[in-house]
């Protein structure tokens, strides 16, 4: 009756964690044996029978008869007068099989057997649910929300695995409530102890990339090709896409009648501005398309260092800039080269680079996020339009303009 509680547990564990019935016993036969080592000193010479099925347990140590006082070492032989006490016809040089029974192991034993078991069955259950997610890295997952903490929210699916979602990988503009679902994509699966780390994330430009796959069939089906993703999260992406079909439009495909297909998409990631640009091999049209929606008027391109020099009419310079700066940050992040700005037209002008030794290099950047690069870009400004749109003081730009106009009254 001792092993009725133990073997009962195997059952539940089998129930509860799908565990195979060769895994188990291999479990079973594990934690026993390691019973036996503390009690016995060695497991050797015991034999474990385990049916989990049936609630069967079986253990038998295997002893060799000795005379009686040439017992050396207890666990391996058997004096002749204790194997004649379990059948009387037993010999010296014999071997012999006597049950052990788990009471025999004492209580603390057992005890510990059970929580030995519990932690292998974790420990088990645990190693599966890292693979299982291992193969999920980079795919598209949804959760409900469990915990919402400062620092992360945390996820279980539906079989109750722990997903979290970091608050550097939510969108500025998410907002989650307790129930809520969630779509991300699993970004790393990691084992920390014992215990499976899964992060999503919703961030990556990997989670952009899986949405058009699963919204627009056509990427699905392998017949649009996305070729890279790069994001500002919540603010803008640029999408360049491809199709080996010419009879397919790659980029109206993937946009749809009137954004009707894109819209899912823009919705999901907080309003995030997506622009969807036809990939191409040549560099010069990949990195006009790539400042959409500003008109390039020519490019020059400096392969060894990767730079390229853009002129556009000065109405379009705040376009290709965008605001904070974002839609030149992605071009060059999209096509792999450092883009720099030029008005059509602008002669004798300064780049503000130029005045690094009187003006402060974090005002240079203020202009810049703004689209105004050069000295008569900002010259042509109102000042109170400049305050306003730089969030500047009215001092700084006002010593700004004076330096600028001096360079040019010089």
């Known amino acids: 009756m001792e092993n009725i509680a133990l073997i009962e547990s195997f059952s539940e564990f089998k129930d509860d964690k799908f565990i195979d019935r060769v895994t188990l016993m291999s479990i079973l036969e594990d934690v026993f044996r390691n019973a036996l080592k503390k009690k016995f000193g060695s497991d050797d010479n015991f034999d474990i ?39 009387p016809d037993f010999e010296v040089g ?23 078991l519990i932690s292998k069955i974790h420990e088990h259950d645990n190693t599966n649910i890292y693979k299982q997610f ?13 915990h919402i903490r400062h620092r992360a929210i945390i996820m279980l699916d539906d079989e109750g695995n722990e997903i979290i979602l970091p608050k550097d990988r939510q969108i500025p503009s998410d907002f989650f409530r307790k129930g809520e679902n969630v779509r991300g994509v699993i970004e790393s699966v990691e084992l920390k102890g014992n215990k499976p780390a899964i992060i999503m994330s919703r961030t990556s430009p990997l989670f952009l990339e899986k949405l058009f796959e699963s919204e627009i069939p056509e990427v699905f089906d392998g017949l649009i090709t996305v070729k890279k993703v790069v994001r500002i999260p919540g603010e803008k992406a640029k999408v360049a896409v491809d199709s080996y079909d010419d009879r397919i439009d790659p980029v109206g495909a993937c946009v749809g009648m009137k954004g009707s297909r894109i819209h ?48 556009l009419r000065p109405e379009e310079v705040s ?62 400004q109102d000042l109170a339009d400049l305050v306003k749109r730089t969030d500047l003081e009215e001092e700084t730009v006002s010593e700004v303009l004076k330096i600028l106009k001096s360079e040019f009254e010089d």
């Open 319 to 380: 376009k290709a800039i965008g605001r904070g700066g974002h839609n030149i940050r992605l071009a060059g992040q999209l096509t792999g080269y450092e883009i720099d700005v030029f008005r059509e037209g602008v002669e004798e002008d300064v780049e503000l680079t130029e005045f690094t030794d009187e003006i402060d290099s974090w005002i240079i950047e203020e202009f810049s996020k703004i689209g105004l690069d050069t000295a008569k870009s900002i010259l042509e």
């Open 49 to 87: 029978i385990i049916n989990p099925d049936k609630g069967d347990l079986e253990i038998w140590r295997n002893r060799i008869v000795v005379g009686d006082g040439e017992v050396e070492d207890d666990n391996q032989e058997i004096s002749l007068t204790a194997a004649q006490k379990i059948e």
């Open 94 to 116: 014999e071997d012999v099989s006597e049950e052990v029974k788990l009471i025999d192991l004492g209580r603390r034993s057992i005890l510990a057997l059970r929580q030995n």
């Open 264 to 311: 899912g998409i823009v919705r999901e990631l907080g309003n995030e501005n997506i622009d969807v640009i036809n990939y191409t091999n040549n560099l010069q049209l990949y990195i006009t398309r790539s400042l959409s929606p500003a008109k390039v008027t020519s490019i020059k391109i400096n392969e060894e260092t990767s730079r390229a020099e853009v002129m």
């Open 134 to 146: 291992k193969e999920l890295e980079g795919e598209i997952y949804t959760a409900e929300v469990h």
